[in-house]
């Protein structure tokens, strides 16, 4: 790491990853890519259990096609979590999405549980059906993805990169118009991943309109924009 003073005083970073330790660059990682959604990502094991378990390595990644994406970690022998297992066999899960009066409840199913103990039950959450995959979602989720996997990448033996497309989602009444597809933020009140134990609730909201070249010269004076050296 190398220092210097900034213009306010503090000292500035400067952090190769290359020679660092994993725990750090997970650190500083979670600590300045805030806030990250949260997907509490349901599944269902070979018996039939539903599986519960929170990612903030996760977010949307296209639109055509629909696609998520999430961040999948090994346990500490390599082998797979719960998630990863199900999805490689059935190829389906649920992204529930996090408001506030789920919280709690989706930090509970955080505890590593044992695959025959329900996360959802311990919760006291319930569950609901599907349209479209056998996996069911929780019913008391603001938002809900129905998903199926298009592919999974490992990227060592401990971390999967999965993407999946979005065939259906389900919101409760309110949150999303359903003439002009709009979502209602005063509705949903999603929370966001900080680092460590913190999280954000996202009632702070402030607009930016994005202008096109014409409304920006025309703001301008018509003055053409600067040109690269």
């Known amino acids: 790491m190398t220092d210097r003073?900034?213009?306010?005083?503090?000292v500035a970073a400067d952090i190769g990853f290359d020679a660092l330790d994993p725990a750090l660059r997970y650190k500083l990682l979670v600590g300045v890519v805030v806030?990250?959604?949260i997907a509490f990502v349901t599944t269902l094991g070979a018996d039939g259990?539903?599986?519960?378990?929170?990612?903030?390595?996760?977010?949307?990644?296209?639109?055509?096609?629909?696609?998520?994406?999430?961040g999948l970690q090994s346990k500490p022998d390599n082998s797979p979590k719960d998630t990863t297992a199900n999805i490689r066999r059935s190829g389906e899960f649920v992204v529930n999405l996090v408001d506030e009066d789920l919280a709690e409840?989706?930090?509970l199913c955080a505890v590593d549980f044992p695959p025959e103990v329900s996360e959802l039950a311990e919760a006291g959450l319930t569950t609901a059906p599907c349209t479209d995959i056998a996996v069911p979602r929780i019913a008391e989720a603001p938002v809900s993805l129905e998903c199926r996997?298009?592919?999974m990448i490992a990227f060592g033996p401990h971390r999967d990169l999965l993407i999946g497309q979005v065939v259906r989602l389900h919101a409760r009444?309110?949150?999303i118009d359903p003439v002009s597809y709009r979502t209602n933020m005063q509705a949903y009140r999603p929370v966001g991943r900080l680092a460590g134990s913190q999280y954000s609730r996202q009632s702070d909201?402030?607009?930016m309109v994005r202008e096109n070249l014409d409304e920006w010269q025309?703001?301008?004076g018509a003055r053409p924009p600067a040109r690269s050296p």
Do not use: K, T, Y
């Open 5 to 10: 003073n900034d213009e306010g005083g503090g």
């Open 35 to 37: 806030p990250r959604p």
């Open 49 to 70: 259990q539903v599986n519960a378990a929170p990612f903030s390595f996760f977010n949307v990644f296209s639109e055509e096609p629909p696609l998520v994406v999430l």
């Open 105 to 107: 409840a989706m930090n």
């Open 149 to 151: 996997q298009e592919m």
């Open 173 to 175: 009444a309110g949150i």
């Open 205 to 207: 909201v402030f607009s």
């Open 218 to 220: 025309a703001r301008q």
